[in-house]
């Protein structure tokens, strides 16, 4: 006989017991705890974990995991389930630095500030990714602070055209 299918005993408490079979009962309990009480319940030493796993209708190895996970944290280990890595890994420092940096210096061609969009193209990470960067670091590139030189060649003579229009000339006040 295959050791996976021995019948084990988890010899619940009376108020284990009481707290499943309310689970189990209740109208408002998620689904997905049911089959972990009911697989609780039924690992009493008299059914072989193969018959729980056909009578919950769950696979063997499901069997397993919350009879272990009974075992060793009792009914509040049925209650929550184990928090998982997520899918996509962090981003290294250096990355995260190297953004950082980029965002610091001039944007390229003849744009005068960075985007999400073009800071992703230029770092080779998402623009979400980005933007998350961005955000922690406080840095708000569309926002810039300083004064930007434009690169027209007639620039110098536009700006003294236009303060030339403006010059004030003093009109002396006469005392009365």
């Known amino acids: 006989m295959d050791v996976s299918q021995w019948a084990i005993d988890l010899k619940l408490a ?4 009481d707290r499943l079979e309310r689970l189990i009962r209740s109208g408002s309990t998620p689904q997905k705890l049911v089959p972990r ?4 319940l039924l ?3 008299t059914r072989l974990n193969g018959a729980i796993a056909r009578e919950v209708g769950v696979a063997l190895p499901t069997v397993h995991r919350w009879q272990n996970r009974f075992q060793e944290q009792g009914v509040v ?4 389930d184990k928090t998982r890595p997520s899918r996509i890994p962090p981003l290294a420092p250096e990355v995260i630095e190297r953004v950082v940096e980029m965002t610091l210096q001039e944007p390229p061609g003849e744009a005068t500030h960075w985007s ?3 800071m992703a193209v230029a770092s080779g990470v998402s623009g979400t990714s980005v ?5 922690a670091h406080g840095l708000q590139p569309h926002r810039v602070r ?3 030189l434009s690169r027209d060649p007639k620039f110098v003579e536009k700006v003294q055209d236009v303060v030339g229009l403006y010059e004030v000339v003093p009109v002396p006040r006469t005392v009365g």
């Open 131 to 135: 933007r998350r960067i961005w955000r």
């Open 116 to 118: 999400s969009r073009t």
């Open 37 to 40: 009480a009911r697989i609780a």
């Open 14 to 17: 009376p108020a284990d017991r």
């Open 43 to 45: 690992s009493d030493g």
């Open 77 to 80: 280990g049925l209650l929550r």
């Open 146 to 148: 300083t004064f930007k």
